[in-house]
């Protein structure tokens, strides 16, 4: 009896992410990706059931990703400011290939209100628990759209910008927020 084969998730996730990047999210099929990951749509099904599980282990994968880059930025139990300081870093760090990755994500998160709703707790998750009251607090949610802002911008290609010109804008996005130590 041979042994059952078994199916390596993050290679079909991999499989997912590249045919929503090369062909968009309408070209995501569960038929698609189990030929470009060379299983059987069955074997896809098995992993994620439809195409929403996968959008939603895509989803779950990448705030995982992004989330752990964070807090390995921000350290333990960072304050508010000091997480948007990580969460601009963070996105500062992302090369071309990284921001179209991620816009091919949300081009596929916007197509159901599930997606939608998840998509709106992350970036809810990351606005809860900035004291609005501080000077230090505005400057921080300030920061965090002026990242997400850039991101989306580069991301879809409604601005151009070159790498030299995505640095300076986080240098400048980055000095919205007080230094680490200084009073917040």
Excluded at 14 to 20: K, L, T
Excluded at 37 to 60: P, R, S, W
Excluded at 156 to 182: H, N, R, S, V
Aim: charged letters at 30%.
């Amino acid at each position: 009896m041979g042994r059952r084969r078994t199916i390596d998730r993050n290679k079909v996730l991999d499989a997912a992410e590249a045919i929503v990047n090369a062909v968009g999210a309408a070209g995501l099929t569960i038929d698609a990706v189990a030929k470009a990951a060379g299983i059987t749509k069955g074997g896809v099904q098995y992993c994620f059931g439809n195409k929403d599980g996968l959008i939603d282990a895509m989803m779950e994968r990448w705030f995982n990703e992004f989330d752990t880059a964070v807090a390995a930025e921000g350290g333990d139990d960072p304050d508010p400011v000091k997480a948007m300081r990580a969460h601009a870093s963070v996105t500062a760090r992302m090369n071309t290939a990284d921001n179209a990755r991620t816009s091919g994500m949300m081009a596929a998160l916007l197509q159901r209100e599930e997606h939608m709703a998840k998509n709106r707790a992350w970036y809810r998750a990351r606005l809860d628990g900035i004291d609005l009251s501080t000077e230090a607090g505005r400057r921080a949610r300030l920061a965090f759209l002026a990242t997400e802002g850039v991101f989306l911008l580069r991301g879809f290609g409604f601005a151009e910008m070159d790498d030299a010109e995505w640095q300076d804008m986080f240098a400048d996005i980055l000095k919205l927020l007080p230094e680490p130590g200084e009073a917040a």
